[in-house]
């Protein structure tokens, strides 16, 4: 079966950090994707960061590029989002999905339907 498990938000004041990370487990194969993406109130939910596990490309919103870095631990299955300067905009509920397999390409890596499994939230808030 596969699980993700999203931690590490929190309240931060703008200009500060956080890191996110997503534990994966109950993959049978190796090739597949990890995305975040992120939800604020009565918004649609949005893609911020994806990276393949197998040769390690990444995406990233334009939104979030230059502030957060995304990266991957193979050792402990788990993924990391690194959040810097953060914005109060930023704040949202921040989800980790997989694409398993690996399937997303160019731009569909930010389109929610793209992903097979879900973990929970976490939630991050910046305050101004």
């Known amino acids: 079966e596969v699980q993700l498990q999203a931690s590490g938000g929190g309240l931060v004041q703008a200009g500060g950090s956080l890191r996110l990370s997503c534990a994966a487990s109950?993959?049978?194969?190796?090739?597949?994707?990890i995305g975040w993406f992120r939800q604020a109130p009565g918004k649609e939910r949005e893609g911020v960061s994806c990276?393949?596990?197998?040769?390690?490309?990444?995406y990233y919103a334009d939104s979030v590029k230059g502030r957060f870095t995304i990266s991957i631990d193979n050792a402990k299955n788990t993924v990391y989002l690194q959040m810097n300067s953060l914005k109060p905009e930023d704040t949202a509920v921040y989800y980790c999905?997989?694409?398993?397999?690996?399937?997303?390409?160019?731009?569909?890596?930010?389109?929610?339907?793209?992903?097979?499994?879900w973990g929970q939230g976490t939630q991050v808030t910046v305050s101004s």
């Open positions: 990276i393949s596990v197998s040769d390690v490309n990444t």
């Open positions: 999905a997989a694409n398993a397999p690996y399937t997303v390409y160019g731009s569909s890596w930010f389109f929610p339907d793209e992903y097979d499994y």
């Open positions: 109950g993959f049978t194969f190796g090739y597949y994707a």
